[in-house]
């Protein structure tokens, strides 16, 4: 018994062991879409405030529309600095704009989004998307 245990451990190993060299192994990567202008940008989060204290977060999801295949790559190596300013945008927009018994203005988001693109990206043609905007309250 144990002899047929070791043979059919070892056929295991064979068939599972590591892959040949010339095979580059690649991790699953999960796409939103399959347009190949979309860049996805990580959610967003920002501190909603009100009499000074927090009161709960803004969340905004968002992605990039670039048609334009070298600004594409351009947005892409950029995307730690658009994301930055993202974030520093929305922070100031939460703690000054939004307010708990309303609905964030998302065409006003999606406009400070996009002034903060064409900035860093120093010409227009890579467009804001919003996918998502939501509000949760802690009081």
Same mark, same amino acid.
């Given at each position: 018994?144990?002899?047929?245990?070791?043979?059919?451990?070892?056929?295991?190993?064979?068939?599972?062991?590591?892959?040949?060299?010339?095979?580059?192994?690649?991790?699953?990567?999960?796409?939103?879409?399959?347009?190949?202008?979309?860049?996805?940008?990580?959610?967003?989060?920002?501190?909603?405030?009100?009499?000074?204290?927090?009161?709960? $977060?803004?969340? &905004?999801?968002?992605?990039?529309?670039?048609?334009?295949? %070298?600004?594409?790559?351009? *947005?892409?190596? +950029? =995307?730690?600095?658009?994301?930055?300013?993202?974030?520093?945008?929305?922070?100031?927009?939460?703690?000054?704009?939004?307010?708990?018994?309303?609905?964030?203005?998302?065409?006003?988001?999606?406009?400070? $989004?996009?002034? &903060?693109?064409?900035?860093?990206?120093?010409?227009?043609? %890579?467009?804001?998307?919003? *996918?998502?905007? +939501? =509000?949760?309250?802690?009081?």
């Amino acid at each position: 018994m144990r002899l047929k245990f070791g043979f059919a451990l070892l056929g295991f190993l064979a068939l599972t062991g590591p892959a040949p060299a010339g095979e580059a192994k690649k991790a699953a990567v999960h796409k939103v879409t399959q347009s190949k202008s979309y860049l996805m940008v990580d959610p967003i989060y920002a501190t909603i405030v009100a009499n000074d204290r927090p009161i709960g $977060l803004l969340m &905004v999801g968002v992605g990039l529309d670039v048609s334009d295949e %070298a600004l594409r790559a351009d *947005a892409d190596r +950029a =995307m730690p600095v658009l994301r930055d300013g993202y974030v520093r945008s929305l922070m100031s927009f939460a703690a000054t704009a939004v307010r708990a018994s309303e609905q964030p203005d998302v065409a006003l988001i999606a406009e400070r $989004l996009q002034r &903060v693109t064409d900035k860093i990206m120093h010409r227009k043609g %890579a467009r804001v998307l919003l *996918a998502q905007v +939501a =509000m949760r309250l802690t009081h």
